[in-house]
């Protein structure tokens, strides 16, 4: 086409032929163009299918240690990041990088470094690192460029500011994982400040886009206990400390016995809850982390610790945190004050009133 727009023939020709001809020549040259791309993308896509089948193959070899296998924990993390890019599609190296999360992470041992906190911070430096090297080894043999493969290396080692937004999601995918999957297996051995430590420090590395996803996790009651105080800690609201006042055996037995009557119905404690708020007080809850089934949880939580035997510190100090943690953020996220107090105050103690009236004093001492 573009011979004949040149030719001396096509001088003589009249416009409308040549613009046929240009038209011509233009959908010729896109239609090269875009098979010429969609030959690289499906390249791209087959060798990328090759390394992800590679790595698969890699966390395959490596015992089980955790909830989850390394091949199992790699794949979450990556369905993560999907949910954290709602309508976009990752980059190979963004793909690539979760993929190899965790990539041969035990072959460097523990205890090949000093037991402490020092000892743990500079073998998991040099887990990353070797990682990192490791996963750029391994897309060079199949045939990736170098500097996508030093992209994922960087991706893989965490070299890259939390700034980098492929870096941020990776990270908050990680986090998420870790909150959404063996919690209360990884919880066992470890005491409250331990595991309220750990959750603050998780918080703090993740992005509000993150945070929002983590309080859409179903938490045990216990470990949804443990979180709010974290999230509180991390957020710096942790609130003032106040002595608990403690029910009696036989009243703890009694809210205890009229709670789980109420659960066991169809709508549960929570949603019946929510309902009975005023409009101000409905507001403070309409979040998700306030969702019916999470109130539900706390809640049967604090009985749970109620019923424990007043000198049990650990106990104490577990009830008063969750309520003032639980109070702190209110007042800081939620816009609560004393003014909504009434409100849900009244509509805990109907919850349990209007189904079990012979429980409404005990129940309404447990609530104050």
Same mark, same amino acid.
């Given at each position: 086409?573009?011979?004949?727009?040149?030719?001396?023939?096509?001088?003589?020709?009249?416009? +409308? %032929?040549?613009?046929? #001809?240009?038209?011509? =020549?233009?959908?010729?040259?896109?239609?090269? &163009? /875009?098979?010429?791309?969609?030959?690289?993308?499906?390249?791209?896509?087959?060798?990328?299918?090759?390394?992800?089948?590679?790595?698969?193959?890699?966390?395959?070899?490596?015992?089980?240690?955790?909830?989850?296998?390394?091949?199992?924990?790699?794949?979450?993390?990556?369905?993560?990041?999907?949910?954290?890019?709602?309508?976009?599609?990752?980059?190979?190296?963004?793909?690539?990088?979760?993929?190899?999360?965790?990539?041969?992470?035990?072959?460097?041992?523990?205890?090949?470094?000093?037991?402490?906190?020092?000892?743990?911070?500079?073998?998991?430096?040099?887990?990353?690192?070797?990682?990192?090297?490791?996963?750029?080894?391994?897309?060079?043999?199949?045939?990736?460029?170098?500097?996508?493969?030093?992209?994922?290396?960087?991706?893989?080692?965490?070299?890259?500011?939390?700034?980098? +937004? %492929?870096?941020?999601? #990776?990270?908050?995918? =990680?986090?998420?994982?870790?909150?959404?999957? &063996? /919690?209360?297996?990884?919880?066992?051995?470890?005491?409250?400040?331990?595991?309220?430590?750990?959750?603050?420090?998780?918080?703090?590395?993740?992005?509000?886009?993150?945070?929002?996803?983590?309080?859409?996790?179903?938490?045990?009651?216990?470990?949804?206990?443990?979180?709010?105080?974290?999230?509180?800690?991390?957020?710096?609201?942790?609130?003032?400390?106040?002595?608990?006042?403690?029910?009696?055996?036989?009243?703890?037995?009694?809210?205890?016995?009229?709670?789980?009557?109420?659960?066991?119905?169809?709508?549960?404690?929570?949603?019946?809850?929510?309902?009975?708020?005023?409009?101000?007080?409905?507001?403070?809850?309409?979040?998700?982390?306030?969702?019916?089934?999470?109130?539900?949880?706390?809640?049967?939580?604090?009985?749970?610790?109620?019923?424990?035997?007043?000198?049990?510190?650990?106990?104490?100090?577990?009830?008063?945190?969750?309520?003032?943690?639980?109070?702190?953020?209110?007042?800081?996220?939620?816009?609560?004050?004393?003014?909504?107090?009434?409100?849900?105050?009244?509509?805990?103690?109907?919850?349990?009133?209007?189904?079990?009236?012979?429980?409404?004093?005990?129940?309404?001492?447990?609530?104050?």
């Amino acid at each position: 086409h573009l011979t004949l727009l040149t030719s001396p023939r096509c001088a003589m020709e009249s416009w +409308p %032929e040549k613009r046929l #001809l240009l038209v011509s =020549a233009g959908a010729a040259a896109a239609a090269a &163009g /875009l098979g010429y791309w969609y030959g690289r993308r499906q390249d791209c896509k087959q060798r990328r299918l090759r390394a992800c089948q590679l790595i698969d193959v890699i966390h395959s070899r490596q015992e089980k240690q955790t909830a989850l296998t390394e091949l199992e924990y790699c794949q979450k993390v990556g369905d993560w990041v999907h949910t954290l890019l709602p309508g976009a599609e990752p980059s190979d190296a963004l793909v690539l990088a979760s993929r190899a999360q965790h990539l041969e992470r035990y072959t460097i041992p523990r205890k090949s470094y000093p037991e402490g906190r020092d000892g743990y911070l500079k073998w998991r430096a040099a887990v990353k690192k070797r990682q990192g090297q490791r996963i750029h080894e391994v897309l060079l043999g199949c045939g990736f460029d170098t500097s996508l493969a030093d992209r994922v290396q960087k991706l893989v080692a965490k070299e890259l500011s939390m700034r980098d +937004p %492929e870096m941020q999601t #990776l990270e908050d995918a =990680a986090c998420l994982t870790f909150l959404s999957h &063996g /919690l209360d297996d990884f919880g066992q051995g470890k005491d409250d400040p331990k595991m309220i430590d750990i959750f603050a420090k998780t918080w703090k590395k993740m992005s509000r886009s993150g945070h929002c996803w983590a309080l859409e996790v179903d938490y045990s009651p216990c470990m949804l206990a443990l979180v709010v105080q974290g999230i509180a800690a991390a957020e710096g609201v942790d609130g003032e400390a106040r002595e608990v006042p403690w029910l009696g055996v036989t009243t703890g037995k009694t809210v205890r016995e009229a709670y789980d009557r109420v659960q066991s119905e169809s709508e549960g404690f929570g949603e019946v809850f929510l309902q009975g708020l005023e409009d101000g007080a409905r507001r403070i809850f309409d979040r998700p982390v306030c969702r019916a089934s999470n109130i539900s949880k706390v809640v049967d939580e604090l009985i749970s610790l109620q019923m424990q035997r007043p000198e049990d510190l650990a106990g104490a100090s577990r009830f008063e945190g969750v309520v003032r943690s639980a109070a702190a953020l209110g007042l800081r996220f939620g816009g609560l004050t004393m003014d909504h107090v009434q409100s849900i105050k009244d509509s805990a103690v109907k919850v349990v009133a209007d189904r079990v009236p012979a429980a409404a004093r005990p129940w309404e001492a447990f609530v104050y």
